[in-house]
T-cell receptor, first 114, second 114 residues
């Protein structure tokens, strides 16, 4: 079992470009969560998805950010027209269902906006 | 809303000694989970230990143990026989039993000195 796979590991984007972050959950996991870690801070919840559905997006900024988890393929976190403040580590986690007592994290994608 | 507070931004300990990291939380829920995650320089989020609120017995995992004081809403992590590989950022986290998101504290940077 390869665990939660995130790619790319590092991503550099110029201001105004789009960033696409990918997350492949653990085998058998149909629930995916995205968290953002700003420098020197803890992780903050962004969005929770189940296959083809967004369950909770209350932590996601209203503009420029979107997430999907299609029936086939990885979950995608998309950031349009990136700004310097989007620079952060973005973590994905997965679980078999939505209410376990914990879940498995990926190694994160570090986004740098220049 | 739940909040998690880690009042020690940095701590250090000598190799082989014992160190305790503090965490307090605020919630009106009676059933929930508490976690300690370790984040080494590799950035991987690693689950260290978890505690179910309805269990009075403190969780233990090898050299790691917790002191869970439900009434005081306190959840400290004790690391015994500290090793150089324990050097990392440690995050305390909270999750409602019926919910799916984790709420993290701001973290404590632990350095184990040789």
């Amino acid at each position: 079992n390869a665990g939660v796979m995130q790619n790319p590991r590092h991503l550099v984007r110029r201001r105004g470009q789009e960033a696409r972050l990918r997350c492949s959950p653990m085998k058998g996991h149909s629930h995916v969560y995205w968290y953002r870690q700003l420098p020197e801070e803890g992780l903050k919840f962004m969005v929770y998805l189940q296959k083809e559905n967004i369950i909770d997006e209350s932590g996601m900024p209203k503009e420029r950010f979107s997430a999907e988890f299609p029936k086939e393929g990885p979950s995608i976190l998309r950031i349009q027209q990136v700004v310097r403040g989007d620079s952060a580590a973005y973590f994905c986690a997965s679980s078999p269902s939505g209410t376990e007592d914990g879940y498995t994290f990926g190694s994160g994608t570090r986004l740098t906006v220049v | 809303a739940q909040t998690v507070t880690q009042s020690q931004p940095e701590m250090s300990v000598q190799e082989a000694e014992t160190v305790t990291l503090s965490c307090t939380y605020d919630t009106s829920e009676s059933n929930y989970y508490l976690f300690w995650y370790k984040q080494p320089p590799s950035r991987q989020m690693i689950l260290v230990i978890r505690q179910e609120a309805y269990k009075q017995q403190n969780a233990t995992e090898n050299r790691f143990s917790v002191n869970f004081q439900k009434a005081a809403k306190s959840f400290s992590l004790k690391i015994s026989d500290s090793q150089l590989g324990d050097t990392a950022m440690y995050f305390c986290a909270f999750k409602e039993t019926s919910g799916s998101r984790l709420t993290f504290g701001e973290g404590t940077q632990l350095t184990v000195n040789p």
